[in-house]
């Protein structure tokens, strides 16, 4: 079990624009989502967090590429994260799942990430 928290400034991302290159850090749908955003800049924050608190989270896997885990959000527009590469076969090998929550107030974004054991079949 794994559990991450994050607490990101949403300002200090303004001027990162390496966070902005596709399959560098975002994968390309999780940056066309940002920018359809109502605050873009919060949305980016948002997923910074989410894969930073994902990060303290898990346990070591050698190999994985912050694109192996997409940020996506359901049809309540609540987030999760679809899982790709050496992290999806990690997390699979390993029976593990992930929950993400992420909260916004006073120009913050938290994140807590949680990895447990999936239940057995």
Known sequence: MGLGHDLQAITELEAVQALREPDVFFTAAELAHFERAANPLESLAAGFSAKEALFKALPAVEGWFWTDAELIHDARHA???????????????????????????????????LVTRAPSP
């Open 79 to 113: 987030p999760r994260f679809r899982f790709h590469g050496t992290l999806a076969a990690h997390l699979a090998r390993e029976g593990l799942q992930v929950a993400v929550s992420l909260s916004h107030s006073g120009g913050f974004v938290s994140t807590v990430v």
